[in-house]
């Protein structure tokens, strides 16, 4: 179909379905939560036009890149206001997207394993398997976190179990899982008030960028605060059983 006639082309609801590729009652779908515009009406039939076509299709890109059905409605729903441009916030959805951190899973067969976090005593790949700091996968082994594994082994190296280990980074993740959650809720409700500026796509495309480059290099001066803290003040209070005294006979004793 050429753009002359496209721009001509009227669709019943079934029609424009065979057109973008969908099921019709994907279409209803999207209709019924006002990311399709309501069509134009002639007696009691429906006929769609090429701006719905366009805007599936437009609907379709925006899925793939992962963004849920109600943000595209309440984007598009700006955008047609004139209060955002969808370039803007197709560049904020990029930056919402984007990684904070550069550690990704691998997947190796057990003598790329070894080469890569060297060779592991008897019994070492069991311990870590077990804490499922790596994992079995069809005859080879997943890493979930390359970065986790090599912070356990070095912790391993220094005398302090898999086990242990592990669950030490388990409690820093369910904290810190809790901390982004609060930040980001902080922030939320003071975008455009205190954070990223007036609040428009770019600004907080500004801010988001800035807080991933600081936001690492901050929690670590953080914990290792409030780490110093915490050490100093159980010595203190002579609370945890950090050393272990053990009793030896005095040399030359005989029992008897």
Known sequence: MTSAEESAAAYTIDELALAAGLPSRTVRHYQSEGTLPPPRRAGRVAFYGPQHL??????????????????????????????????????????????????????LDEAELRARFGELDPGGLASLLQVELVRRAEGRYLVP??????????LRAAGIDVETAAGALDVLRKQSRRTADELVGYLLNRTG?????????EDVVHALAALRAEVAPA?????????????????????PRLTRQTTRPAQGTECG
């Open 193 to 201: 008030n205190g954070f990223a500026r007036r609040g428009t796509p």
């Open 145 to 154: 976190s390359p970065r986790a594994l090599r912070l356990v082994l070095r």
């Open 219 to 239: 929690s670590e001066m953080l914990v290792a605060q409030e780490m110093e803290r915490a050490v100093r003040a159980a010595f203190e209070q002579g609370r």
């Open 54 to 107: 366009e805007r599936l299709r437009l609907i379709g890109r925006l899925q793939d890149r992962g963004l849920r059905l109600e943000a595209i409605r309440d984007a598009l729903r700006e955008v047609e206001r004139g209060n955002l441009s969808l370039e803007a916030w197709l560049g904020l959805s990029e930056e919402v997207r984007a990684p904070w951190s550069t550690d990704s899973a691998v997947l």
